[in-house]
């Protein structure tokens, strides 16, 4: 599994804006092959705070997500309004159990 955390910030007026372009495109990057999850919070604590966090089944199904157009979308609304650089954090991980 290929896990990736990005956070960055926006003025608190643009981040609505911000959660509306990633509700738009979720659909579409929940379908794409090797998609495991899609999860977009606005923090709690600070209302110029966005974190997305993304499953997917392997490195290479997420590199397909980067060089897709929803991605290219995203990147032309979200990085006009962000302030400073975002911080994207990957990770391979192994699965141990799935609890319900």
Partial sequence: MFIAILDFR??????????????????????????????????REDDTAVAVVHEWDDEASFAGYLRSDSF???GKVIRPIMIG?????????????TVA
């Fill in 85 to 97: 650089a975002p911080v994207s954090r990957r990770f391979r991980a192994d699965l141990l159990e």
């Fill in 10 to 43: 926006t003025a608190a007026t643009d981040r609505p804006t911000a959660l509306a372009q990633f509700d738009g495109e979720g659909h579409r990057v929940r379908a794409m092959p090797g998609n495991i999850a899609f999860r977009v919070y606005a923090a």
């Fill in 72 to 74: 290219a979308q995203l």
